[in-house]
């Protein structure tokens, strides 16, 4: 019984021996062929930091390359045309002034035409004319001035015409603007803001030109019949037969 127990005990220490070395020599486990290597770790800690870098390296060329296709994006809307054109709308509005004032009766805006008139119609009274002919000379500068006025007045009326559309046009090429993609975008939103300017101020001039050609016509009608009228009386004063006398505008007084 003794002899078993001693067994038993040897066995025990056998195992606890066993169990002891297993866990102190973690390359028992190991095969005999990698049995041999060894671990170092400042060769593992300048591997790891290495390998950083390189990851380090990678991500900085990645973010590169995105930069670099986020510039060819802004390159691409900066070079992007703005997809809204008034052109044809300001052309019409310009069609329709132009229109107006081509209409212009009598005396145009011709330096032939007025240079002619001012050498008759409103030229110097003649003394050999008839005075049938200095009636008729009055009658037509009148009708002059009074056709002028229309005319001044239809241009008036076509300009004021084009306001609605001029601030349609307004609208939609601020909204352009202010939704430009790119820099090409906002430059042709503000060429033709300008356009639009332009288009305003050939309206203003048109309407200075004829409401001075109708006033210019007026004055010089003016001056005509003053000169008219002089030899009208010369004429009536010069007459054979007249004699001058007093009269009396009240009678029994």
Do not use: C
């Not at 241009?155 to 349609?168: L, R």
Request: glycine residues 6%.
């Amino acid at each position: 019984m003794i002899a078993r127990f001693n067994r038993r005990r040897a066995g025990r220490s056998a195992a606890l021996a066993l169990s002891l070395l297993l866990s102190t020599s973690p390359l028992l486990g190991l095969p005999a062929s990698a049995q041999g290597i060894v671990y170092d770790p400042s060769n593992y800690a300048q591997n790891v930091l290495q390998a950083a870098r390189a990851l380090q390296q990678v991500n900085n060329q990645i973010q590169s390359l995105a930069n670099e296709a986020q510039m060819l994006v802004n390159q691409a809307k900066n070079l992007a045309s703005l997809p809204t054109s008034t052109l044809n709308q300001l052309r019409s509005s310009l069609a329709r002034t132009q229109a107006l004032l081509s209409q212009a009766q009598k005396i145009a805006f011709d330096v032939q035409q007025i240079e002619t008139a001012f050498t008759t119609t409103y030229g110097p009274a003649s003394t050999s004319a008839s005075n049938a002919a200095l009636i008729a000379s009055a009658r037509t500068r009148w009708q002059t001035s009074v056709a002028a006025f229309e005319d001044s007045l239809k241009v008036q009326a076509g300009v004021v015409g084009n306001i609605p559309d001029n601030g349609t046009t307004l609208t939609t090429l601020v909204t352009a603007s202010q939704s430009a993609s790119g820099a090409l975008q906002a430059a042709q939103a503000g060429n033709q803001l300008l356009a639009l300017q332009s288009q305003q101020l050939s309206d203003l001039a048109a309407v200075l030109a004829a409401k001075g050609r109708a006033d210019a016509l007026e004055q010089a009608r003016g001056t005509a019949a003053e000169a008219q009228g002089q030899e009208q009386y010369r004429r009536f004063s010069t007459r054979s037969g007249y004699q001058p006398g007093s009269v009396t505008m009240f009678h029994g007084q």
